[in-house]
């Protein structure tokens, strides 16, 4: 089967109405970043990151999946459709698609805060807690293991992220299909990942505004995800 690649940010899911980070509306307006998203912040004020976290988990269960994300499902029929986004909403399951990779973890996991306390503690104390959520964390929820503070199962400014570099590059032969979609491509290392497909024959780019630097390397479409992925799956499909 054809394989296709789609690597998306906050753009996708923007039509069900979440908001984006950098545009005006964007989420970063209501507070600082290193305030909610850093290790630090969770340090110097986690229920004020729980807020934060609670906000977005109450917001994502409520969208459904848009346009976009259905047209992407249904890309299955044809191609082995991996995804791989920055999002942290599960929109592209709810949509049906089988194989997502979530870059910057997901907002219906929890994990314990021992692996990423600042000093960090004793190796063999840290605890490998981590478990599906149905509604926000609340303080006061702790880990079941160790007892310490129950965090987001995301990845925050300055954590690490692991890059799925093995399985692009074993499949990376045999895409075809290649589109992003709906990132400002400014946050590392994810958007290094927009460099990894030069040799896909069918390379497009999605975005109502899309970043000056990527213009050299894609088929811009410039419009929305829900306006511009199922006219191009549909074009994908009828090939
Ligand atoms: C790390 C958490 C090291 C989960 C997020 C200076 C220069 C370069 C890099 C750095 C620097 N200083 C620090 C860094 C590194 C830093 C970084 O990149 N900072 C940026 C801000 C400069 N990166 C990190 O810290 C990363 N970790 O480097 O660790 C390390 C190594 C080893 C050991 C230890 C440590 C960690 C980065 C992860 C941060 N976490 N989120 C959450 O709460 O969500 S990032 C956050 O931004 C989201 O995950 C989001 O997905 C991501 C990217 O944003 P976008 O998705 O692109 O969203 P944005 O709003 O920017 O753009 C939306 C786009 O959609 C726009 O183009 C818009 O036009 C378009 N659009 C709007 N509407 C639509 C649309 N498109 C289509 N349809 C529409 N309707």
């Keep these: 089967m054809k394989k296709a690649v789609i690597f998306s940010g906050a753009g996708l899911s923007a039509e069900s109405g979440i908001p984006t980070f950098r545009s005006n509306n964007g989420l970063w307006d209501n507070y600082r970043i290193e305030d909610v998203t850093s290790p630090e912040g969770w340090e110097k004020d986690p229920a004020l990151v729980l807020d934060f976290y609670e906000q977005r988990f109450e917001q994502m269960q409520n969208c459904k999946p848009n346009a976009a994300h259905y047209a992407i499902a249904q890309l299955q029929e044809q191609f082995d459709v991996l995804c ?90 045999e895409v075809e299909v290649f589109i992003g979609v709906g990132t400002s491509a400014k946050v590392y290392p994810a958007s290094s990942l927009l460099y990894y497909f030069d040799t896909v024959p069918h390379r497009y780019f999605i975005d109502p505004d899309p970043p000056e630097h990527l213009r050299l390397r894609y088929t811009f479409l410039e419009g929305t995800a829900a306006e511009k992925i199922p006219e191009l799956v549909a074009s994908l499909l009828a090939k």
């Design 84 to 173: 791989i986004t920055q999002n942290i909403d599960t929109l592209l399951e709810r949509a049906g698609v089988k194989n997502v990779i979530h870059l910057h973890g997901r907002i219906d996991y929890a994990k314990c805060e021992c692996h990423f306390l600042i000093p960090p503690q004793n190796i063999d104390e840290e605890c490998d807690y981590r478990s599906e959520i149905s509604k926000a964390i609340q303080m006061g929820d702790r880990c079941p293991k160790c007892s310490k503070k129950l965090r987001p199962d995301v990845v925050w400014f300055g954590e690490a992220v692991s890059l799925p570099k093995r399985e692009i590059r074993r499949i990376l032969p």
